[in-house]
């Protein structure tokens, strides 16, 4: 079996590469944004709240995902049909929030990690999941990418 991995990332990471002989990492979370996710509580998970928005994209996002790895080949058109078409797929869902995208995609087979740097937001995700995807592969950590990266060189 082949597996692959997908970087779904929401903000962005710039290395400064310099005379450092390491590379410098800015930090990519705004402290504004964390904060005015956070005010959505449990809202998060109502499809017709607040967050109605990020659930409608996911008609977008997913089939993006499916054929982005049909067009790379890390998925074949015939299995890109069958409803675990993404089985053997790992995923890092960065800016993960509620989980709004991690849950489908792990629905659909993949491997998924979901990062998000608000505990409030994981504490969602991780309820979410455990109730609608029992022993579905998928996890929720709170960090940054930053942070993952130093431990995680996948």
């Not at 990332?9 to 410098?24: E, I, W, Y």
């Not at 809202?43 to 994209?57: C, D, Y």
């Not at 504490?123 to 979410?128: D, L, R, W």
Request: some cysteine.
């Amino acid at each position: 079996m082949m597996t692959s991995k997908l970087l779904i990332q929401r903000s962005f990471l710039f290395p400064a590469r310099g005379l450092h002989k390491n590379p410098v990492f800015y930090n990519s979370v705004d402290p504004k944004e964390v904060d005015h996710f956070t005010k959505f509580g449990d809202e998060w998970l109502n499809p017709n709240g607040p967050m109605k928005p990020l659930f409608s994209m996911n008609d977008l996002r997913i089939p993006f995902v499916r054929n982005g790895l049909v067009n790379t080949k890390k998925i074949s058109e015939e299995k890109s049909k069958s409803p675990k078409y993404l089985s053997g797929v790992k995923i890092l869902d960065v800016g993960c929030g509620g989980g709004i995208l991690s849950l489908p995609l792990a629905r659909l087979g993949a491997d998924v990690t979901g990062l998000d740097p608000t505990p409030k937001l994981i504490e969602i995700a991780e309820a979410n999941a455990k109730k609608n995807l029992p022993g579905g592969v998928l996890r929720f950590e709170c960090g940054t990418i930053e942070e993952h990266s130093l431990t995680n060189s996948e």
